[in-house]
């Protein structure tokens, strides 16, 4: 902490007594300037000055609140001494931006000082970061006007004035403010940070990337500089060099930063690499075993591809960390209805719906859990009421078309199907069911508009090509060779994949580079 220099001679005590303790602060020497200020405080005990100097031996002692109490003492002995009041506004900043009442005190301390020397630079600029603290852009603005025009080109400075025009919503003159920043050579990381929370509330996140890429021009990011380079890159589309910059930063961190992994996966994802995905959550398992999320989403990636028996193990993992969790229950008990046994779903679709009563999809879940069973009368009870929500409807709708083919309701399969249909008009699998019902009765012409329609949505659906052979087969058309071929194909992908949807994935991963 600086300290103001005083006059020749103060109260009755020489300056060259003063200029020792100073001289012995400046260089480190506590010790030496305590016995110093000691002595000359037996003589004085409420020199204004002295008592300065016991706050500013406080604060370099690590002991903020008695250097408070000192410089307060010393203000009230001599309220002018201009000195102490900027002591005191030097101790307030450490703590003023998270204490509003410290924060007072400093603002008021500063203007005491502008009132008496309006031109007084670090008083201006310390007022300017206290009304950024308190979130008011444009007075920040204001005061950052009324610095010199060297103290308006430093470092911070231009910092603070970045961080106040983001805030403010004039975007040029954040850009401005950013390659002016880009290019001092004194610019540091912490000077980038300072402008990196406005400059993200104000989703300028290019401006961010050039902050920090102007950083590492000059000195090596921290774990943390490299993780908000990576993030403003993949806010920028820049998904490759914001997967590389972020497997730099979880490699700074010393590959512990399991948030960094999470990070890496969603980059991941984004560039369709689900077995990169894989990798990063396997290695944040690691690191982070008590973790919920981690087998959650690893769990999520896998039923995305279909691998379904390690979808299920991971997600009940999940459920076993986190068992109040309603979408881990819910997307755990999804996962096992599509196993053999669709029954054993049931006791998480039931805590789902306990945790959460008013959501259809709860009602929807374990109807289609029920239908796979074979349960139809359960099926039917939670069907009727999904088909009453707006985002469950068509789906209801389908299930309640199925269930009413199976009991050789044609007439109300067609109609359940076609108010599906009516709420959502492209999914291939009720299209399919409807042309199918229209076979069985004959209906030539509209089993194959039904089917056309399913095909052009989806070329590969098992339903519509079965029920295109079938129409060929009983129609006699020529088609029926090819369309059997067709199948037979369909057929063999879908086996393929049902054995692929019970195995258990290894995955493997290169950690000799601190790397995921």
């Known amino acids: 902490m600086c300290v103001r220099p005083v006059p020749a001679q103060v109260e009755g005590h020489s300056a060259k007594r003063v200029a020792e303790i100073q001289q012995a602060l400046q260089a480190g020497e506590l010790q030496r300037a305590d016995e110093l200020l000691q002595a000359a405080m037996k003589r004085l005990p409420h020199d204004a000055e002295l008592l300065n100097l016991e706050g500013v031996i406080a604060a370099q002692s690590g002991k903020p609140a008695e250097a408070r109490r000192w410089f307060q003492e010393s203000l009230r002995w001599n309220p002018r001494s201009l000195g102490t009041v900027e002591n005191l506004i030097r101790l307030d900043m450490d703590t003023a931006e998270k204490d509003a009442a410290i924060r007072r005190e400093a603002r008021a301390l500063c203007e005491k000082i502008l009132a008496a020397t309006p031109g007084d630079d670090e008083s201006r600029y310390q007022l300017a970061t206290l009304l950024a603290w308190e979130n008011k852009p444009k007075l920040v603005l204001a005061e950052i006007a009324r610095l010199s025009a060297p103290a308006r080109e430093s470092t911070p400075v231009l910092a603070l004035q970045c961080a106040a025009t983001a805030a403010d919503g004039t975007e040029p003159a954040a850009a401005t403010a950013v390659k002016a920043l880009a290019a001092k050579n004194d610019f540091s990381e912490a000077d980038a940070e300072e402008c990196a929370g406005p400059l993200r509330a104000a989703r300028r996140t290019q401006l961010i990337e050039e902050l920090y890429t102007a950083v590492a021009s000059h000195h090596e990011l921290s774990a943390g500089g490299l993780r908000m380079l990576g993030l403003a890159q993949e806010a920028n589309a820049k998904l490759p060099a914001a997967r590389q910059t972020l497997e730099q930063s979880f490699a700074a961190g010393g590959g512990k930063d399991a948030e960094t992994l999470i990070d890496l996966t969603r980059v991941a994802l984004a560039e369709a690499d689900k077995d990169g995905a894989l990798g990063y959550l396997a290695h944040a398992r690691d690191i982070a075993p008590g973790d919920a999320r981690f087998p959650y989403e690893f769990g999520m990636i896998c039923a995305e591809k279909g691998l379904y028996g390690e979808a299920r193990k991971a997600l009940a993992d999940a459920v076993e960390l986190d068992p109040q969790n309603p979408d881990y229950n819910f997307n755990l008990g999804t996962v096992i209805s599509f196993s053999r046994d669709p029954s054993e779903a049931l006791p998480w679709l039931q805590k789902f719906h306990e945790l959460r009563p008013n ?127 067709r199948f037979d194909e369909i057929k063999a992908k879908k086996e393929a994949a049902a054995r692929d949807m019970m195995r258990v994935i290894q995955i493997e991963r290169n950690v000799s580079d601190k790397r995921p």
């Open 359 to 485: 959501e259809s999809a709860g009602e929807l879940a374990l109807g289609a859990t029920y239908f796979r069973a074979k349960d139809y009368e359960n099926a039917l009870v939670w069907l009727t009421k999904a088909k009453n929500g707006a985002r469950t409807a068509a789906e209801a709708h389908f299930y309640l078309g199925r269930i009413a083919r199976q009991q050789g309701r044609a007439e109300d399969a067609i109609e359940e199907l076609k108010q599906s249909v009516a709420v959502d008009a492209k999914e291939p699998d009720v299209l399919a069911e409807l042309g199918q019902i229209y076979v069985t009765r004959r209906e030539f012409a509209d089993a194959e508009k039904e089917l056309k329609q399913a095909l052009d949505l989806d070329a590969d659906n098992y339903a519509a090509n079965f029920g295109l052979l079938q129409l060929y087969a009983r129609t006699g058309d020529a088609r029926r060779e090819a369309q059997s071929a």
